[in-house]
């Protein structure tokens, strides 16, 4: 139950799993155990994720927002101080920049372009009532993006000091990717807009690559990622980004 559960919904957390089943927490967690050794899930603080492979995968917003969530946190913290007050932004869809949303309350002043619902949903409760949010209009993707002709249409028409842009994936050659060739079309899009390109991405991101190239590693001008970044993928970023970042994170042993 708990493997179907997993693969139909992206991911299971330990709390829920307990009430569901009247079992102990222990009892869950070995389940866990036993289907992460035998590769059928990914364990993750709180829980566990279905495993994702193929090009084409794209998890839901649920399923990836309890993965990497230290250094997703780590990474928009450091990312947010790139921010200027009274600038125009643009956001893309993921939940790493929808971490950094989250992080962006105190910056006033800002116009904020995106085309994640999420991220817009997080905007519209900020404290800062000067905020100009602007959300694209589309198509809605399994990662709450808005992507497709309308979204491109409304983005082409814009001009944008820095674009945040997450990505599915971060490799040499194929650059950085997504699952989604709609939404790849969008990210294209937002990132002309921009003036100055900033992606964040975690460690987990390098050398996993999605069917649709978005931008090249020489196309950004900052890199975002944290210290569990491979010595050879510093070595990539920093010769072909701009500039490379690197937040640092509390270490944490990792429950599920």
Do not use: H, M, N
């Given at each position: 139950m708990i493997l179907e559960e997993a693969?139909?919904?992206?991911?299971?957390?330990?709390?829920?799993?307990?009430?569901?089943l009247g079992v102990s927490d222990m009892t869950?967690?070995?389940?866990?155990?036993?289907?992460a050794g035998r590769g059928l899930v990914e364990k993750v603080y709180g829980g566990a994720t279905s495993i994702v492979g193929k090009s084409t995968?794209?998890?839901?917003?649920?399923?990836?927002?309890?993965?990497?969530?230290?250094?997703k946190e780590a990474i928009a913290e450091l990312a947010a101080g790139l921010v200027r007050p009274g600038t125009?932004?643009?956001?893309?869809?993921?939940?790493?920049?929808?971490?950094?949303?989250r992080a962006l309350d105190a910056v006033p002043g800002l116009t904020i372009v995106t085309n994640s619902i999420q991220v817009a949903d997080v905007l519209r409760g900020s404290s800062q009532t000067e905020r100009t949010v602007v959300l694209t209009g589309g198509v809605r993707t399994p990662s709450d993006a808005l992507v497709g002709p309308v979204a491109v249409q409304s983005l082409r028409t814009l001009h944008l000091d820095v674009v945040f842009l997450g990505v599915h994936g971060m490799a040499d050659g194929p650059g950085f990717t997504t699952p989604n060739l709609t939404e790849s079309e969008t990210d294209r899009a937002l990132v002309e807009a921009g003036r100055k390109l900033v992606v964040l991405a975690d460690h987990t991101?390098?050398?996993?690559v999605g069917i649709s190239t978005i931008a090249d590693l020489n196309e950004a001008d900052v890199v975002v990622s944290d210290d569990g970044l491979a010595e050879h993928a510093r070595e990539v970023l920093s010769e072909q980004a701009g500039e490379l970042m690197i937040a640092e994170t509390v270490a944490e042993a990792e429950e599920a």
């Open positions: 693969r139909r919904t992206g991911a299971v957390r330990v709390s829920e799993l307990v009430g569901r869950v967690r070995r389940d866990l155990d036993v289907l995968d794209e998890p839901g917003f649920e399923a990836k927002s309890v993965r990497q969530r230290v250094q125009a932004i643009g956001i893309s869809a993921g939940t790493t920049t929808w971490t950094l949303a991101k390098w050398g996993t």
